[in-house]
């Protein structure tokens, strides 16, 4: 079926049967047009994104304070601000990209590869040739192929097999649907790209085909713009026959000459300000918006050529694939250059658009004037006849433009040629530095800046292979030398970057002011200005260059965090409230970090839930670590237990080794506020262990957290760890536990030590007064002030009997103090099991209130006496964090004593991580298996009670006891060797009698069984 009619879209004669690979063939044209837009606009972003540097700014950070004897205690972290500076890592090849602009260039040539089959017989080898040129310039050969086709060159194979097929349609005379033709030739090239994938170990890459097989669609590009430079000029032709009101030929032709003049003097401007000799900083057409005009134009203006080209190609069909093939070709090419930021291939095309359009719009312009003098010319009487030009012919015209374009090129010295080569030898080096193949990336761009001294491209490469293996001098002139030409931010900031590490502050600063002159692209630089005043403490400047970076920047998250952190670190509350509430509703990782911290030094509490999106990844960067850090050192923070089980594997990842300390003491903070005190105690043992030399805070944070629950001589063993780091803090908080133990003869040598030691005054004045009270002796109590009274009850609790309690306890004036005697000597004996003791000072409260009722609670259960509502009394008391344990302790008791050994069970498991240091659990615990003669199970408690508590006498004499039930007398003979360092000699020898009794009495059983 023939479509008769001329249309925009279809030539006379069309078949209706080409329609749909025309149209698929224009959408992939105007594809990869777009994708050539894009490349203009993002391509040096995409060759050198811009990746941010997390920096640290500390805020201390109050954990949890609390009240040891009279002294009050608190637990200090740091939270961490982060403020990000922009820098390039190095030239980034995205390889996706790349495939998907060969699988383009490979479209075009399957166009053009069918297109020939219509073609006369001389053009149909000159045309094959070029195609098949092009495919034995691919490196198909640095594929590594199997064995046993390795002898054969690849490329030959795929060249005979699409030559069979082609010649086939040739020698068909043209009869064959161009639809099938080219679906067959999409068959093979599948076919062909399969066996080749699958033959490979080496694995196919667009990149590596793009830059060794350039050559040919190289040239066929060059022609391609050469062919169609004259298309504009046409157009202008063209409208102003079209839309002349007059038939006036002076009026026609002096319209013509103005939109013809403007046009010409865009490319003139454009010549003289890619050479460097003009920049009037004036709007212009660049060159590849000029080029896509010129080719869609050339789309419908190629089917006025019919009487130019008809000899060489049947324009029915083939003629507008071919066009379409070539522009894809070329859009692909000029993609390539721009999305890999190759400067020297891309001035390759941008010279020749600029000369051609220049040598070809003047040969042409002269033409057209020249032929419309004549009444007689064809050109006259319409744009169809364009070609068919008389007195003067379009060939002379033609090559009139050529000589045009040869002179441009002699007067820039044939630098094209040179930025060709330099452009290719760039992408071999993007290839190696892509494989980390450092040593030939930088001979590639060594011989690239050899062929073009002053390629942005190849000094970027070499200077971050310098930066890589540690020349940063090197690297920083390297960077110079890179915007010599070309004025890109990515150069200033990195030399700046290895100025500010080398801390030279104001020469990184002068850096980035030349390139804030010099660049359009300035947000990144306004905010690395800023950041480098708030180091100078010019702070005024810093929130100025932030101001201004704001204004330019598409990602402003990036100027909110800084702004706020720096805020946040100087604490200027005036200006904070806004920037409060705008980072409350920003979803950007860095300003929500940068707001636990503040609200973490503020002590206010976090109103965010945790984003599990920003822990996705496989590795955290630090804007990600300090979220989850600020997050969970917050007491108010929410962390439930998948979370923490969550981030427990995340620190543990071997990616994120540099923050897993870190890490792991946040995630253990948040246990121990939700009470899980066992898995917090083993993280916060981890982290002390794993600490680093010279940095004793893991240790004093543990030992805190052990001195808070009443584990004092575990919090010793950390506190002198601490100690041995010169950390003096440490020895204070060693004397503070020793004077709580009551151990006061080493209590006061510690404090005589501190006090002459030359600490800071207020830690040297606590160390006086311990001195002089602890060693007060008088005889009578009227002799004690009621202070006196106060720490001589609180802390010789030891010399302390029932009558003496009484006397001094009516010196004390003070309530509150009053009341926390009480309350230490009820912990005291309550401590030490003697329960009728501990009750005898409940008396010295009033029996309604509260501590009595509770008191007596505890006491009663720890006795085994339950009331009917006594779980519900258990309920609602708040045990403080040092008795945490003792609640599901007693629960536990309940349950044993109505006989609900699973309840009980549970209830004896949640006391035992709730409370891993509490000799007690243990024993009550075992004591419950074996009621239940489950005596395995009891052992098993009191051998992890042993490992918990090595220190704890009467642990340790039950679980020799049992060995001896159980018959495990070597563990219990190496238990009894423990035993002798933990008992005076008196005490051992008394135990030692029930030990040898137990021992005959389990070997007599032997002997009988």
Same mark, same amino acid.
């Given at each position: ?50 990746? +941010? ?944 009794? +137990? ?11």
């Amino acid at each position: 079926m023939i479509y008769n009619k001329d249309s925009f879209l279809f030539w006379q004669n069309w078949k209706l049967e080409n329609s749909f690979p025309y149209w698929l063939s224009f959408l992939l044209f105007i594809s990869i047009g777009f994708i050539m837009l894009a490349g203009l606009i993002y391509g040096n972003d995409l060759t050198f994104p811009w990746e +941010k540097k997390g920096e640290i700014e500390e805020l201390d950070t109050l954990l949890d304070q609390f009240k040891v004897g009279i002294y009050d205690l608190e637990i200090k972290a740091k939270s961490y601000l982060i403020t990000e500076a922009f820098s390039i890592q190095g030239i980034t090849i995205h390889l996706w990209l790349m495939n998907a602009i060969f699988g383009f260039v490979a479209l075009g040539f399957l166009l053009i590869t069918s297109a020939t089959s219509y073609f006369g017989k001389l053009w149909f080898w000159v045309s094959s040739l070029l195609v098949y040129g092009y495919v034995l310039t691919l490196p198909l050969n640095d594929l590594s192929f199997a064995k046993d086709i390795s002898p054969i060159q690849p490329s030959y194979i795929v060249v005979a097999v699409f030559f069979i097929v082609n010649f086939s349609f040739f020698r068909s005379n043209r009869s064959i649907p161009f639809l099938r033709v080219f679906t067959v030739n999409g068959l093979v090239f599948a076919g062909v790209f399969f066996l080749v994938s699958e033959s490979t170990t080496r694995g196919i890459s667009g990149i590596h085909f793009l830059a060794n097989g350039y050559l040919v669609p190289l040239f066929l590009s060059i022609t391609f713009i050469a062919l169609n430079a004259h298309e504009i000029v046409k157009a202008i032709f063209s409208i102003t026959l079209s839309k002349s009101t007059t038939s006036n030929e002076k009026v026609n032709t002096v319209h013509f000459l103005v939109f013809t003049t403007v046009y010409l003097l865009n490319l003139v401007y454009l010549y003289f300000f890619q050479t460097k000799q003009l920049d009037w900083g004036i709007v212009y057409l660049h060159p590849f918006i000029v080029l896509i005009i010129s080719l869609v134009i050339g789309i419908w203006g190629f089917k006025a050529r019919e009487y130019q080209y008809k000899s060489i190609i049947s324009f029915q069909s083939a003629g507008s694939f071919l066009y379409l093939g070539l522009g894809i070709i070329t859009f692909s090419m000029i993609s390539f250059a721009l999305m890999t930021s190759n400067d020297p291939l891309i001035e390759v095309f941008e010279d020749v658009i600029v000369f051609s359009h220049i040598g070809f719009g003047v040969s042409i312009s002269v033409y057209i004037l020249y032929n419309f003098k004549s009444h007689h010319n064809p050109i006259r009487k319409g744009l169809a006849n364009f070609y068919k030009g008389k007195p003067m012919d379009f060939m002379s015209a033609w090559f009139l433009g050529l000589l045009i374009c040869f002179g441009l090129l002699a007067k820039s010295s044939f630098i094209s040629y040179d930025q060709a080569f330099a452009g290719y030898y760039n992408t071999i080096g993007d290839i190696f530095l892509n494989e980390a193949k450092l040593d030939e990336a930088r001979e590639n761009y060594n011989v690239a800046r050899g062929y073009n001294p002053t390629n942005h491209h190849s000094y970027m490469g070499l200077a971050y292979l310098d930066e890589v293996s540690g020349n940063k001098t090197s690297a920083y002139y390297l960077y110079k030398d890179a915007v010599k030409k070309k004025q890109f931010p990515y150069a200033y900031i990195n030399a700046s970057n290895i100025r500010l590490d080398q801390n030279k502050y104001f020469d990184a600063m002068f850096d980035l002011k030349d390139g804030l002159e010099k660049c359009n692209d300035k947000a990144e630089l306004y905010n690395n200005t800023a950041l480098i005043y708030n180091k100078l403490n010019l702070l005024d400047s810093s929130f100025y260059y932030f101001e201004l970076a704001k204004r330019n920047d598409l990602n402003e998250e990036v100027i909110e965090s800084n702004t706020f952190a720096i805020l946040s670190k100087l604490d200027y509350e005036d200006k904070l409230s806004y920037w409060l509430e705008e980072v409350k509703n920003s979803s950007y990782v860095s300003s929500l970090g940068n707001l636990f911290a503040y609200l973490n030094q503020k002590g206010l509490p976090v109103e965010n839930s945790f984003d599990e999106n920003f822990i996705k990844t496989k590795s955290l960067n630090t804007p990600q670590f300090a979220y989850v850090y600020n997050y969970l050192l917050n007491p108010t923070s929410t962390a439930s237990d998948s979370l923490l089980t969550l981030l427990e594997k995340v620190s543990n990842k071997e990616e994120n080794a540099d923050f897993k300390i870190f890490l792991d003491v946040a995630i253990a903070n948040s246990y121990f506020q939700k009470e899980e005190i066992n898995t917090s105690l083993r993280l916060f043992h981890e982290c002390s262990r794993r600490s680093p030399p010279y940095e004793s805070f893991y240790h004093t944070a543990a030992g805190l957290r052990h001195l808070q629950l009443g584990n004092y001589d575990k919090a010793i063993s950390y506190f002198d760890l601490a100690v041995r780091q010169n950390d003096y803090q440490a020895k204070y908080l060693k004397a503070v536990t020793l004077t709580e133990q009551g151990k006061l003869e080493s209590a006061i040598g510690l404090w005589r030590n501190i006090a002459t030691n030359g600490l800071d005054s207020t830690i040297q004045q606590k160390a006086n007064v311990a001195i002089g009270f602890y060693s007060v002796k008088k005889s009578k109590a009227t002799d004690f002030s009621p202070d006196e009274a106060f720490l001589f009850l609180y802390y010789r609790i030891k010399e302390v009997d029932y009558g003496t309690f009484s006397a001094l306890y009516e010196r004390i004036e003070d309530p509150s103090q009053k009341g926390r005697i009480v309350k230490r000597y009820f912990d005291y004996y309550f401590q030490e099991s003697s329960y009728s003791e501990a009750e005898k000072y409940l008396q010295f409260l009033p029996k309604e209130s509260k501590a009595y009722l509770v008191s007596n609670t505890i006491l009663n259960g720890l006795a085994g006496k339950f009331s009917d509502d006594f779980l519900n009394e258990i309920e609602h008391i708040n045990f403080p964090v040092n008795q945490l344990g003792i609640k599901p302790l007693l629960k536990a008791g309940y349950f044993a004593s109505i006989k609900d050994s699973t309840s009980a069970e549970g209830m004896f498991q949640v006391a035992l991580s709730k409370a891993p240091f509490k000799e007690r659990v243990y024993l009550h615990f075992s004591k419950f298996y074996s009621e239940y003669d489950n005596l395995e199970q009891a052992y098993s408690v009191l051998q992890k009670g042993v490992d918990f508590i090595p220190y704890s006498s009467k642990i340790l004499k039950e679980y020799i006891l049992l060995c001896l039930e159980l018959n495990y007398f070597n563990y219990a003979k190496y238990a009894l060797d423990d035993l002798t360092k933990l008992l005076s000699a008196k005490e051992f020898k008394a135990f030692n009698k029930q030990y040898e009794k +137990k021992l005959d009495q389990q070997l007599q059983l032997l002997e009988k069984w």
